[in-house]
């Protein structure tokens, strides 16, 4: 949109809003329209980390609107992720990990395009029924989508109040390794808490136990999903990211 367009916008305030798909490749592609006032605004502070970083004017995150999400339930004993096509994108979903996270385990994948998942794939689902579903299941999974620092799903499940166990960012970030690429972009280890609103690690076996952990204990399921609903509202919440852009669009431009 911005290279295609660029002589139209003559004149008018340009913003490029990233969406935490990034590269450096994309970062040297903008660079000449940075210089001709583009403005940025980043969608997680963890972007400040790729090589090159051509800056940026705000940090908005994304957001929820957390009334329409919370009432944690957790009833069942399932282990549950959202994703879209998981199998067939396994690199960038970290399916590998994911998959041996939940071995032995009740869990499902939901999201469309997942059948290749075979007995995993639990479907597609609406949005009320996610919400629901959110709401009904005891450990949400996740392993994030490289490059992003964080996903929807992810702010989704903490603000429904169900305790997630995450990868940690050794493997989060593996394709960036892989390319010999610094580029530590995985925002989770800010986010999460170990212990307090959610679990994160890089070690599968660790992450294993947790899940039995909150499996077997849900009063701690109950504290640590409560702690990481409390997190997300903090960051994502609609309320407080409609005044970041508020300030960002008008105020400082008075």
């Known amino acids: 949109w911005i290279e295609l367009n660029w002589e139209k916008f003559k004149g008018k305030r340009v913003i490029w809003r990233t969406i935490g798909q990034s590269t450096p490749a ?15 605004v980043r969608y ?25 999400f919370g009432h944690w339930i957790g009833a069942g004993n399932d282990v549950i992720t959202f994703a879209q096509d998981m199998k067939h994108r396994a690199k960038f979903c970290n399916y590998d990990a994911f998959i041996a996270l939940i ?39 996740y392993t994030g989508t490289q490059p ?27 394709l960036s390794y892989e390319n010999n690429i610094n580029a530590d972009l995985y925002e989770v280890p800010d986010i999460i808490t170990n212990g307090v609103n959610g679990f994160w690690s890089n070690n599968i076996n660790e992450l294993r136990d947790r899940i039995t952990y909150l499996l077997d204990d849900m009063k701690a399921a109950r504290r640590i999903g409560e702690m990481g609903r409390n997190k997300a509202i903090e960051l994502f919440g609609k309320d407080i990211i409609k005044l970041k852009w508020k300030e960002f669009l008008y105020e400082r431009n008075k």
């Open 26 to 40: 994309i970062e040297r592609r903008m660079l000449d329209y940075r210089r001709q006032g583009m403005q940025i």
């Open 44 to 68: 997680s502070p963890r972007e400040a980390n790729l090589e090159p970083n051509i800056g940026c004017d705000a940090i908005i995150r994304f957001y929820k609107d957390p009334n329409e």
């Open 103 to 141: 071995q032995g385990f009740n869990s499902h994948l939901y999201g469309p395009k997942n059948e290749n998942s075979n007995e995993l794939n639990g479907g597609f689902m609406n949005y009320d029924e996610m919400r629901q579903k959110m709401r009904d299941a005891r450990v949400y999974i």
């Open 148 to 174: 992003a620092s964080y996903t929807l799903n992810l702010i989704e499940a903490m603000m429904t109040g169900i305790p997630v166990v995450a990868i940690g960012p050794q493997l989060a970030n593996s």
